[in-house]
């Protein structure tokens, strides 16, 4: 069976692009690279030289609201649910322009050359914090960080920067949505009156671990 991969983005601002490509076989993973990129336009250029892209994991507003200062249901879920880093989940309308304007132009342009990409949000700080019950610091702790995502994709990461890491995480995300392994998706959450979702790069999946 040919292998195919799973990539991961952190949109970072100009020098600070995050990538992961995560290569698989069946179902294994087999080897992960990650990247710092300059530019959107380097990421999606390293994107379409990889191969068959079969699931995208993003650290970005994958989808906008019509409600009060962009505020989502998944926002809104995980501010409620984990209120020790309710204060990594930003409102919509205060995110940085890397994230609304590089990280939906990566979204958009890679379901252009893949309509039927798999596409998932991700939040590296808050995932982490869910899945070992620790804060997020990599600077002061990327070599416990690094051995534990490993641990998790069964490869070997040295990660050199949050950028890289949350990329990395990202795709492991990602591969969790693609393969069944996640079932709760934020972005089914119920809406509150007044507010709908909108989707620019059309249906996308905010998995998260039951």
């Known amino acids: 069976?040919?292998?195919?991969?799973?990539?991961?983005?952190?949109?970072?601002?100009?020098?600070?692009?995050?990538?992961?490509?995560?290569?698989?076989?069946?179902?294994?993973i087999i080897s992960i690279e990650t990247f710092v990129l300059a530019t959107v336009e380097e990421v999606l250029t390293r994107i379409r030289s990889e191969g068959r892209l079969l699931a995208l994991g993003v650290d970005t507003l994958t989808c906008w609201s019509t409600g009060a200062s962009g505020w989502r249901?998944?926002?809104?879920w995980l501010r409620q649910t984990y209120p020790e880093v309710k204060a990594s989940v930003v409102s919509p309308n205060?995110?940085?322009?890397?994230?609304?304007?590089?990280?939906m132009g990566v979204v958009i342009e890679a379901r252009r050359a893949?309509?039927?990409?798999?596409?998932?949000?991700?939040?590296?700080?808050?995932?982490?914090?869910?899945?070992?019950?620790?804060?997020?610091?990599?600077?002061?702790?990327?070599?416990a960080m690094n051995a534990q995502l490993s641990a998790w994709t069964a490869c070997s990461l040295s990660c050199?920067?949050?950028?890289?890491?949350?990329?990395?995480?990202?795709a492991w995300a990602a591969l969790q949505?693609?393969?069944?392994?996640?079932?709760?998706?934020?972005?089914?959450?119920?809406l509150a009156p007044a507010e709908r979702l909108i989707a620019p790069a059309g249906p996308t999946v905010y998995c998260w671990p039951v």
């Open 1 to 28: 069976m040919a292998a195919w991969y799973v990539a991961g983005y952190d949109p970072g601002g100009d020098g600070s692009h995050g990538l992961a490509v995560l290569r698989v076989k069946a179902t294994r």
């Open 73 to 76: 249901p998944a926002d809104r």
């Open 94 to 103: 205060g995110l940085l322009g890397s994230m609304g304007l590089g990280g």
């Open 114 to 143: 893949s309509p039927d990409l798999f596409v998932t949000e991700t939040h590296p700080k808050v995932l982490y914090w869910s899945l070992c019950g620790a804060r997020y610091a990599f600077g002061a702790a990327g070599g």
């Open 160 to 170: 050199t920067s949050e950028h890289e890491w949350d990329a990395a995480l990202s």
């Open 177 to 190: 949505g693609l393969m069944g392994r996640w079932l709760h998706d934020l972005h089914a959450l119920p």
